[in-house]
């Protein structure tokens, strides 16, 4: 698998739930970011946690890291319909000056 | 009002002609970055440059292509022929707060026909 994989590939679910979304990466890394994009537009950074951290917040986002899996989770608690786009993860990877990104999951919230 | 502004927000063009993409931050930067999205696809890293040259470049960023900061703050990127398969959502970004985020343009639509 490539470095940024991300599942699932797609998520619909209804207003109010939580979504969980996943990546995993394939080398060591400074730092994992998670971005947003509605349908056509740019990215939007949400949140950065570094190798060192295990676990952070930010609003109703709640992001996981587990260098030891080289995973990271990207909850988001109460869904809203707003909150549909794609999400994607992106890696800092140690020695590199460019983020790599994973392939995106599609979430859906529906009202 | 937008932190970084990428004009045009769509440029329609003839195989093997040039197109030049404009990113302007608002204020200074020394690092710029532009990423490349075909359509469906992931964000694909093109080139990095910082303080007026090249940093670092990815194997998509062959020679029909050139990075410029033709008068210190706009930044350009030139595809001097351009192939159908280079359809895709051109960003740039700038560094956000110094802890490696990044702010992103809107992005130009760039569709070869």
């Known amino acids: 698998s490539q470095q940024g994989e991300e599942d699932p590939q797609a998520l619909s679910i209804q207003e109010g739930e939580n979504a969980t979304m996943n990546c995993s990466y394939k080398t060591s890394i400074n730092n994992l970011q998670w971005y947003r994009q509605n349908s056509g537009r740019g990215l939007v950074h949400l949140i950065l946690i570094r190798s060192n951290e295990r676990e952070k917040h930010s609003g109703r986002l709640r992001v996981t890291l587990d260098t030891s899996k080289k995973s990271s989770s990207l909850l988001i608690t109460a869904s809203r319909a707003a909150d549909t786009a794609s999400y994607f993860c992106?890696?800092?990877?140690?020695?590199?000056?460019?983020?790599?990104f994973g392939s995106g999951t599609r979430l859906q919230v529906q009202p | 009002e937008p932190e970084v502004t990428q004009t045009p927000s769509h440029q329609v063009t003839q195989m093997g002609q040039e197109v030049i993409l404009r990113c302007v931050p608002i204020?200074?930067?020394?690092?710029f970055y532009w990423y490349r999205q075909i359509l469906g696809q992931k964000v694909e890293f093109l080139v990095s440059?910082?303080?007026?040259?090249?940093?670092?470049k990815s194997e998509i960023f062959d020679d029909q292509f050139s990075v410029e900061r033709p008068d210190g703050s706009n930044f350009t990127l030139k595809i001097r022929s351009t192939k159908l398969e280079d359809s895709a959502m051109y960003f740039c970004a700038i560094p956000a707060d110094g802890l490696h985020g990044y702010t992103f343009g809107s992005g130009t639509r760039l569709t070869v026909v």
């Open positions: 440059f910082y303080n007026n040259e090249i940093s670092e």
């Open positions: 204020s200074n930067h020394l690092y």
């Open positions: 992106a890696t800092w990877i140690t020695g590199r000056r460019a983020l790599t």
